[in-house]
Every structure is written in structure tokens, then in C-alpha cells.
């Protein structure tokens, strides 16, 4: 088994060091920002950071404060020292991770983030397309391990669970949220969030959902602190017209959570002479899509006034844990800020 350290020898990261333990995870030591009087806590050493990162450690990082800012600062410290990222986790991370180590996840099977089930394999998804495997269209067409057998989650939602959790405040914080043609999983798993209030949002009006068109949306300005809006922008003509309105609703330091399909083999390729069925689903890949993305999806969004931040797994995460959770590798998604 890995060997673990605790950051934050507080009441916070004590309280989670008997939780851990409850689940067989074995913590071998406490790491602090300054000395203190605690040499010590129930046998386990406390170090300072100084002194953590001058000896040869290389744990596996539990980093137990619920500050996003401090979070992001120390772990700036590890990346300075060039500590393996791959071994420094926020705390809730963390915990999905040792929640299965506890469950003696092995060798080979998967973990669904979004359900917590752990499996063999993950299910095929997709349709074959021409277009999208020429273009090598990351986020459409068939692939093999796509499916949670339990939650029916995709790679895609696995991977936009994922950056919420370590980017975000959105599963902790006060926050109200958009959430355009809400994922099942992800919209519960925000939901969990008490402080949350969640607005589901779809072209379509039922129990569940506001009929928002995302051109005209009935929010007043500054409403929300997040919007989710993920594989929409591709079935949207007037896209100027779109960012300007989730860029209205949304607060000033509000973040936009977004993904469409995108190829890094073209630019941007959209036509509105391209109208019927037929000719969409040959130049856009499927028959209600309006463009395809191009390997300028940045400049593309900036262009619209938004400073905009790209997450990958091949990036982000291990091999191991891309593997593990069945994400995509070259997998995409963007949060933006307005500007
Ligand atoms: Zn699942």
C-alpha cells in the first residue's frame, strides 16, 4: 500500500485521519506549514513542510484544508520543489481515491467517480462516424471503454467531475449554478452540495428543467457563480449571440464550465449553407450539429471575452488514474472567466 501523509495536523485533518483509518488507509505522517508545539498526533510524526520536502519522502499527498486558496498555495510549494503532482491531492480527492483503496480496488478495475462502483471494464459508447474518426474528433464517435455499467456516466462526465472537484469550489461552496442539459450524475452530484442553488436548464421544458434558451436566457445579469454548459455550443447557430448571454448572467469572477466536440486536425469549420440533415451529419459529424470545432477552440472563446483555462487527463493525471477512471487522455475542458 502507498504510503500517506495528511496535510494539516488541524481538527480538520485529525478528523480525517480517523475516517481514513476506519477504511484501512495507513497514514505514516502529518505535514504543517509552520513548527508547532505537536511533535505528534496518536504516535504518527507531525513535520513542517520545510522539513517534508528536504527529506525523501515522496508520499502520497492528503492535503486536509478546505480553503480552496490555501490548497492552491501549498500546492504551488510542491510544484516549485518539483514534487510528482500526481501524488498531491485535495482532500475530497483524496478521499474518493482511498474510499476505493479502502474497498481493495484491484489491479485493473475501474472506478466510476461519479457512482463511486468499481468494475471490470467500463461499456462501449458512440457511433461510428467517418468524419470524426478522420478528424480524430476528441469527445464524439465510438469508444470502447465510454459507459459506467452502474450510473451510465460517460468518460466525458467522469472527466468534467473531476476538474470540478480540484478546480472548483462548486461541490463546497455558497454558489448558484446553471446547468445546461444537465448530465444525471453530475447534476446529483452537485446537488449533494446543500449550500447549492441549482437551476437545470434545457431547450426543452420538463419537471425537472427551466426552458432556457442559452441566446435568450430569462436570468438577470451577474445571477450565477457557475454555468455548466457541455456538448450544447455545437447545436448553437448564434454562438456571438450565446456567450454574450451566459457572459451577462454570470457573476464577474463567475466561471463558465464547457466542452463541445473538437478536432486538433482542423480549424474551426462551420457553413450556414450546411443545412440539411444529410449535409450536417457529412461536414459536422451529426445531423443537429451546426459547426465543428477546430483546433482554434481558444482563441475562438477568448474572442468572445472570456480568459480561458484547458484541462486534459494526459495533463492533469497519471496514466494510471486516466486508466483507472476511464477518461479520455486527450479529453478537453475548458473553464472560463469573463473578461
Ligand atoms: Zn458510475
Redesign the pocket.
Known sequence: MEKVAIYGAGDFGQKLYGFLKSLGCQIELFIQSSKTDINDYEGVPVVTIEEYLGGEYGFFIFIAIQNRNVVNSIKGIFEQHHYDMSRVFCWNIFLEENYFIGKKILPGQKI?N??R?SCDSFLPSGHESRLFSELKVIGGGYRENAV?P??G?LDRNRWVFRVLQEKTDILSSKCKVLHFAPEE?IRKRIKENANCDYYAGDIVLNTENHQVDVTDIQFKDNFFDYILINHVMEHVADERKAFRELKRVLKENGTLVLSFPITLEAETFENEEISSEEDRLRYFGQKDHVRLYGKDFKERIEGFGWRVSVYSPGKEVSMQEAERSGFLPEDILLLCRPI
Open positions: 466510476c461519479l457512482c462502483h459506467c452502474y450510473c456516466s450524475m
